[in-house]
């Protein structure tokens, strides 16, 4: 039996270089992209595991293991982390799309790899300084990401849909923790981030039982958020990433991360009241005089009862 060497993950010097965003190969990215400029196409790299393109305040990030299912090696771990860590950090971005190349969202971790790793797989115990085992699954971002999920996000890539905001959902896919049957434990977040999402109950069917659970089932739990035709998941999550990037971009992050804070972090109503205060007052300031102004002044005709395409 392979032992695991509990130590530092060891990432690369690239870890802050610059991130290169390539054209996304697939028959799917290629008709969203096709526009890239020349600058944007330089350094292309469309053979790595992972690919990325911006599309003006949207990064759109792929893994491109379509061979192995998106099943995510260590490799791969490494370059989903230095992406979204990259988004993360680039004030001109608002959101990020996640998707799988090929027909397939993530298998997990690649399991092949650990069976032959003898070893090699190191793991940190302090869960706080180093990526997971499937890279940013682990990550708290300041900027909401969407998943586009199609085919199979299992296990490890469920954990990986679960670290979204919001899962676009093709109707064929399939979600669960399939993990369950080979003896690989959830140390992705799949069990802190699941039950919060769905509810202990449902959360605890999925996670002893391993069994499948399919795009409908998915969204009457609250697992997806919109559900689209095959071939669809990735279009409709640039959609949605390009109409949440329009709104006021400290607002919606005051509210997002006073959501989170109240679900994760807080330690009671009235804490989790006063957080929601004092990060949403500098923004009344920021933005919400402007938009007042504006609604006054007619430029936001409709106000907030104008219809919405969300």
């Known amino acids: 039996m392979m032992a695991l060497t509990l130590r530092r993950i060891s990432v690369n010097n690239g870890f802050r270089r610059a991130i290169h965003h390539v054209t996304l190969n697939s028959v799917k990215g290629q008709r969203f992209y096709s526009n890239m400029s020349k600058e944007e ?30 099943a995510v090696n260590q490799e791969t771990a490494q370059r989903l982390t230095k992406e979204l860590s990259a988004f993360d950090q680039d004030n001109s971005l608002n959101v990020a799309v996640l998707y799988g190349v ?73 979600m669960g923790v399939f993990c369950r049957r080979f003896g690989v434990p959830l140390i ?65 992050r005051a509210d997002r991360n006073s959501a989170y804070h109240a679900v994760f972090d807080s330690s009671s109503f009235t804490q989790s009241m006063q957080y929601e205060f004092d990060h949403g007052l500098p923004v009344i300031v920021a ?9 006054t002044l007619g430029a936001g005709r409709g106000g907030t009862f104008s219809k919405s395409k969300l």
């Open 188 to 252: 992705d977040g799949g069990t802190v981030r699941l039950p919060q999402l769905i509810g202990l109950s449902r959360a605890l069917d999925l996670i002893l039982t391993g069994r499948p659970v399919k795009a409908q089932e998915a969204l009457t739990f609250g697992l997806a958020n919109r559900v689209v035709p095959d071939g669809q998941a990735l279009q409709v999550a640039l959609e949605l990433a390009e109409q949440v990037s329009a709104f006021p971009q400290l607002c919606l």
């Open 102 to 174: 090929g027909g397939n969202f993530c298998a997990g971790f690649d399991l092949k790899e650990l069976a032959q790793s003898s070893g090699s797989l190191k793991l940190e115990e302090d869960v706080s300084c180093c990526p997971s085992p499937m890279g940013p699954s682990r990550m708290r971002l300041s900027k909401p990401v969407i998943a586009a999920v199609s085919g199979y996000a299992v296990a490890g890539g469920l954990e990986l849909a679960l670290l979204a905001d919001l899962r676009v959902v093709e109707e064929s896919s399939i």
């Open 41 to 70: 196409r330089k350094g292309a790299d469309p053979g790595g595991t992972v690919i990325s393109e911006r599309r003006g305040t949207v990064m759109v990030i792929g893994i491109n293991r379509p061979e192995a299912r998106n």
């Open 287 to 295: 933005e919400a005089v402007t938009g007042a102004t504006k609604f």
